[in-house]
């Protein structure tokens, strides 16, 4: 029933900025913990970063952990990822997913969206 639909891909050079939304079905999105992760052509998917139902508490990846930041908008059902100072090796597919509250600590997400292309030229 959950419906997550990704947005705001895109290129950029080194360096630069970009904002990726998820928008979600439902009116329990509160209740959901909301994750990003990421998947490079012949890599594993990765775990980015994820906040809880509440927005009280992120958690994020050492790899973007500084750079990247989750936030969202209950009044919007939206999620949100702000990236900064990107580097060539975060071009990947982004995913947003939702999950249980106990997702922050197992990384086990129910609904996937469809990912969103970001690519970082050197």
């Known amino acids: 029933q959950v419906q997550l639909v990704e947005s705001g891909g895109g290129l950029v050079q080194a360096g630069g900025s970009l904002r990726l939304s998820c928008a979600a079905s439902?009116?329990?999105?509160?209740?959901?913990?909301m994750g990003w992760f990421r998947q490079a052509p012949g890599k594993e998917r990765e775990f980015v970063g994820c906040?809880?139902?509440?927005?009280?508490?992120?958690y994020y990846a050492d790899s973007v952990k500084g750079r990247f930041t989750i936030s969202r908008d209950n009044a919007k059902n939206t999620v949100y990822l702000q990236m900064n100072s990107l580097k060539p090796e975060d071009t990947a597919v982004y995913y947003c997913?939702?999950?249980?509250?106990?997702?922050?600590?197992?990384?086990?997400?129910?609904?996937w969206g469809q990912g969103t292309q970001v690519t970082v030229s050197s």
């Open positions: 906040i809880s139902g509440s927005g009280g508490s992120t």
């Open positions: 997913a939702s999950g249980p509250p106990e997702a922050t600590i197992t990384r086990r997400y129910e609904y």
């Open positions: 439902g009116r329990t999105f509160s209740t959901y913990v």
